[in-house]
């Protein structure tokens, strides 16, 4: 079954401070995996996406790595600051056409305080 | 700008009374998509489609219709809600092998 599980399910750190989100997914045929960033009430807004062969990309100070061995990533946030507050959401592509293709994690809530 | 719209923000109704839900997008998108999202259930797949006049169920899509005449419009009709339609409800739009664009979602109670 195609799953997608994120950890912790939510996580309060001090402004500054880094943090590690983890996605685990079985989604097979894999064809890619996207992080997003949602705000309260906002929709999800794409932070990076990576494909079988890439192990790391960057945006900013986000950056997700991807083990596709172990079926595993992880969004890395450097020096964070308030806006960072958000819901974080893993989203896995199976290698299939449609639209009906995608698989979602139920998000990482991360809050930033002073 | 390149963006989905949706219509309304929010909503308030009452049980049966039907509605309809407006999506609407700039970037010529194939692909387009209603999710709904429920605290601790994350984005559930409710309709999805491929192109005009190509539509088909995601994976809750009981009391729910949508129509696809258009290439940019892609409404979702709530013939007779329940309480249990009370969800953020979100509109995207892709490109066949390409991340989806969110709306800005639209927050509907039914009571």
């Known amino acids: 079954k195609n799953q997608v599980e994120q950890s912790p399910q939510s996580l309060i750190i001090l402004e500054g401070k880094n943090c590690t989100l983890q996605?685990?997914?079985?989604?097979?045929?894999?064809?890619?995996l996207r992080w997003y960033k949602q705000d309260t009430g906002r929709g999800p807004v794409s932070l990076t996406i990576m494909t079988f062969s890439e192990n790391t990309k960057s945006n900013g100070r986000y950056t997700a790595t991807l083990d596709a061995d172990t079926k595993q990533s992880s969004l890395h946030i450097t020096a964070s600051q308030l806006s960072d507050s958000a819901s974080y959401i893993c989203v896995v592509s199976a290698r299939e056409t449609g639209a009906n293709n995608l698989f979602f994690g139920t998000g990482t809530r991360l809050t930033v305080i002073p | 700008e390149a963006q989905v719209t949706q219509n309304p923000r929010y909503l308030i109704t009452v049980t049966g009374k039907k509605l309809t839900v407006t999506c609407s997008q700039n970037m010529n998108h194939e692909y387009m998509s209603w999710y709904r999202q429920d605290p601790g259930l994350g984005l559930r797949q409710i309709y999805y489609?491929?192109?005009?006049?190509?539509?088909d169920k995601g994976d809750v899509p009981e009391g729910y219709k949508v129509s696809r005449k258009e290439k940019r419009n892609f409404p979702l009709i709530l013939e007779s809600p329940s309480p249990n339609q009370t969800s953020l409800y979100f509109c995207a739009s892709s490109r066949p092998g390409y991340g989806y664009t969110f709306g800005s979602g639209t927050r509907l109670t039914v009571v």
């Open positions: 489609s491929m192109n005009v006049e190509v539509t």
């Open positions: 996605c685990n997914y079985t989604v097979s045929p894999f064809s890619n």
